[in-house]
Nanobody, 124 residues
Framework: QLQLVESGGGLVQAGDSLTLSCTAS????????MGWFRQGPGKERMFVAV????????YYADSVQGRFTISRDNAKNTVYLRMNSLKSEDTAVYYC?????????????????WGQGTQVTVSS
């Protein structure tokens, strides 16, 4: 079993930056591709970004391309999401997920493990 714990969320103003972290334990972190998703009130969980096991490949949702950066440190069992130029529409609970296939999966059903989520609120 892989456990994931997100941190770094908070209340920020539009235009600010924030970095989320997701730390894994329980299994070998480097064997999982890792993704970030977000879910607004009353909405489905939506893809944000994904990174391959090695960290060499990444993919982003159009809505965050150029503003968000996903990265990982396999020595620290941690994946990050750097969020710049935040907008009110980025407000959501952000979840990290672990994908056992080394694919840049963009659907929640492709992910076997999830964290509990961290709230990001952007005030305009």
């Amino acid at each position: 079993q892989l456990q994931l714990v997100e941190s770094g969320g908070g209340l920020v103003q539009a235009g600010d930056s924030l970095t989320l972290s997701c730390t894994a334990s329980g299994r070998t972190f480097s064997t999982y591709a890792m993704g970030w998703f977000r879910q607004g009130p009353g909405k489905e969980r939506m893809f944000v970004a994904v990174i391959s096991r090695s960290g060499r490949l990444t993919y982003y949702a159009d809505s965050v391309q150029g503003r968000f950066t996903i990265s990982r440190d396999n020595a620290k069992n941690t994946v990050y999401l750097r969020m710049n130029s935040l907008k009110s529409e980025d407000t959501a609970v952000y979840y990290c997920g672990a994908n056992t296939d080394d694919t840049l999966a963009r659907t929640p059903t492709s992910y076997s493990y999830w964290g509990q989520g961290t709230q990001v609120t952007v005030s305009s």
